[in-house]
């Protein structure tokens, strides 16, 4: 390890949104390689399987409630990561959320709950452990995008415009952080399969992924698996110090067409 970039053999990790999908597939990727978690989300019941499962294979885990909507929740929950866990690490900001709705017709209430969500909470995560990392001049911090902060996708735009807003604070926060010893990193997933858009009503969302189809949106069928943007994820916090993977977009291969004789 250069000298110039120390790090502690001890990296302890923060996960939002892990109590499912991309979340969830990532606290389990980082365990494996040998970093402590924190899981964090609003649904305990299930981060307490998955820190079970965790430590039944030899990891080290904490559960602690969360929700990025609420300040004071942030604050405890850092407190408890850190109790826990010790100093941490890397954080993976990934918690968000997604509903159907024509732009002109969805209340601005509910735009603005997605909004916070998506950049407000991502900030307060960044306010609650990036000052003690740049203090020690180490760690990580990722956030979990989607294409649509570069595609954006009708029918969705509370989402987009998350996501839109959500890059723009990584990418200013890319160039604030130069020097500090803290890396940012963009992980941009494409299509994936998840929990999100499972609570919409049925007719809605096949409404909206005919738009994504007659917008030229979905070339075809494939999704990711959550298992994919994990594997991304753990490649950047593992980069060895000195080298900044800055923007990760992981997106579904198509099919592969079999050759006109062998159909």
């Known amino acids: 390890m250069s000298a110039r970039y120390p790090r502690p053999?001890?990296?302890?990790?923060?996960?939002?949104?892990?109590s499912s999908g991309i979340g969830a597939a990532t606290a389990l990727a980082l365990a494996a390689v040998g970093h402590p978690v924190a899981l964090g989300a609003r649904r305990t019941e299930r981060l307490e399987a998955l820190a079970a499962?965790?430590?039944?294979?030899?990891?080290?885990?904490?559960?602690?409630?969360?929700?990025?909507?609420?300040p004071d929740a942030v604050e405890a929950f850092a407190a408890a990561a850190r109790e826990g866990l010790g100093e941490i690490e890397t954080v993976v900001s990934n918690a968000g959320a997604v509903a159907p709705g024509t732009t002109h017709e969805v209340s601005s209430e509910r735009f603005a709950r997605e909004l916070d969500?998506?950049?407000?909470?991502?900030?307060?995560?960044?306010?609650?452990?990036?000052?003690?990392?740049?203090e020690r001049q180490r760690g990580d911090l990722v956030v979990v995008s989607s294409d649509v902060a570069v595609r954006a996708r009708p029918f969705m735009a509370a989402y987009a415009a998350g996501k839109w807003g959500l890059e723009g604070m990584a990418h200013a926060l890319q160039m604030e952080?130069?020097?500090?010893?803290?890396?940012?990193?963009?992980?941009?997933?494409?299509?994936?399969?998840?929990?999100?858009?499972?609570?919409?009503?049925a007719e809605e969302g096949a409404f909206v992924l005919d738009q994504w189809v007659r917008f030229g949106l979905?070339?075809?069928?494939?999704?990711?698996?959550?298992?994919?943007?994990?594997?991304?994820?753990?490649?950047?916090?593992?980069?060895?110090?000195g080298v900044h993977v800055s923007l990760i977009e992981v997106n579904p291969e198509a099919p592969v067409d079999a050759p006109e004789e062998s159909r």
Do not use: N
């Open 9 to 18: 053999e001890r990296r302890p990790a923060v996960v939002t949104g892990a």
């Open 53 to 70: 499962s965790i430590r039944e294979s030899g990891g080290e885990a904490v559960v602690a409630p969360l929700d990025l909507t609420e």
């Open 117 to 134: 969500l998506a950049v407000v909470g991502a900030h307060r995560l960044v306010r609650a452990f990036v000052p003690a990392m740049v």
């Open 177 to 201: 952080l130069e020097g500090t010893g803290v890396r940012c990193s963009i992980v941009r997933p494409g299509p994936t399969w998840s929990e999100m858009g499972s609570d919409w009503d």
């Open 218 to 241: 979905a070339r075809h069928p494939h999704f990711l698996k959550p298992q994919a943007l994990a594997d991304a994820i753990t490649y950047v916090v593992q980069a060895p110090r």
